[in-house]
Nanobody, 123 residues
């Protein structure tokens, strides 16, 4: 079982930047799909970005060109570099993982979650 702990959230103003980190512990990290999700008050949870075990990435349209997902060299840390932040990026951000499905890849529900880190962007 993989355990996930996020950090790096905070408050920024204007078009600032933040870098979220997710520390993973436990086995099978390198074979898991990893992703960042977010949920704003009163809204449904949204998939922000995922990274396949082979390194391929997917982004929500709302963050393309502004956010970058990556893994650390030790494959034990997941990052989300967030640039040109907007007030609509304000949300609780969660790191998540799931085993890669043989057919669906990294699509579908994620079953391992961190506790979340708050990101607040003021205009």
């Amino acid at each position: 079982q993989v355990q996930l702990v996020e950090s790096g959230g905070g408050s920024v103003q204007g078009v600032g930047s933040l870098r979220l980190s997710c520390a993973a512990s436990g086995d099978t990290y390198s074979r898991n799909c990893m992703g960042w999700f977010r949920q704003a008050p009163g809204k449904e949870r949204e998939r922000v970005s995922v990274i396949d075990p082979d390194g391929s990435t997917v982004y929500a349209d709302s963050v393309k060109g502004r956010f970058t997902i990556s893994k650390g060299n030790a494959q034990r840390t997941l990052y989300l570099q967030m640039n040109s932040l907007k007030p609509e990026d304000t949300a609780m951000y969660y790191c998540a993982a799931r085993p890669r499905h043989w057919y669906y890849g990294c699509q579908g529900e994620y079953n391992i979650w961190g506790q979340g880190t708050q990101v607040t962007v003021a205009s």
